[in-house]
């Protein structure tokens, strides 16, 4: 049982290098996040998907895109980085009302220098 | 967006003894969540709660719906129920789940 898998754990950018962060779920789920952890600051939402072709912006959009081609994934692009995005990113799954428990991948820690 | 605040920020305990964790919310909610982020940082859903009482061995939650806030209660507390606390909420037809900033809770053998 894999659950929500995050891909890759680590990851050190220059400024201005693009990466593409995968987030894969096994359970079926229609409604994936992403979210990014900065100190004191809680879980702030990026963007969003209710389902497979579907996306939608957050609390914090701007500086990424998303992708969500197949059900089972949800990919969090950055095109060109910037310091400011230096986090803890975390995808997170569920399959909504009346079962909404979500579901967390362990995090990409991202350290833009 | 809906406002989620938590209460305490922090809490320091001695183990064996109870707390309350409060989130409050400014919006009405049909999705209410609480979870807790281990000291290695993996997020675990505790409950879903959008209204009522539910019991999971020594964690309990109360989600008052018409007055907006919930409440977590940890009893005989244990070095391992360190960690943040969170409250999450999402409203009708929003698919939004927003988090409080977290309680952090330490528990001192």
């Known amino acids: 049982n894999a659950g929500v898998t995050q891909t890759p754990k680590f990851r050190v950018l220059k400024t201005g290098q693009s990466m593409t962060l995968l987030c894969a779920q096994d359970?079926?789920?229609?409604?994936m996040y992403w979210y990014r952890q900065d100190p004191g600051m809680g879980l702030r939402l990026i963007h969003y998907?209710?389902?497979?072709?579907?996306?939608a912006k957050g609390e914090v959009p701007d500086g990424y895109n998303v992708s969500r081609l197949k059900k089972q994934n949800f990919l969090l692009g950055l095109e060109s980085a910037a310091p400011s995005q230096t986090s803890v990113y975390f995808c997170a799954s569920h399959t909504g009302v009346p079962y909404p428990e979500a579901f967390f991948g362990q995090g990409t820690r991202l350290t833009v220098v | 967006g809906i406002q989620v605040e938590q209460s305490p920020p922090d809490l320091i305990l001695q183990e064996g003894a109870n707390s309350t964790l409060r989130c409050n919310f400014s919006?009405?909610?049909?999705?209410l969540q609480w979870f807790h982020q281990n000291p290695w940082g993996q997020l675990i859903n505790l409950f879903y709660i959008p209204s009522g009482t539910k019991q999971n061995g020594r964690l309990s939650a109360t989600t008052v719906a018409t007055e907006r806030y919930s409440l977590l209660y940890i009893s005989s507390s244990q070095t391992t129920d360190s960690g943040v606390y969170f409250c999450a909420v999402e409203r009708p037809n929003d698919y939004k789940l927003s988090f409080g900033a977290g309680t952090t809770v330490t528990v001192r053998a």
């Open positions: 919006d009405s909610v049909n999705n």
């Open positions: 998907s209710v389902g497979e072709g579907t996306t």
């Open positions: 359970m079926n789920h229609e409604y």
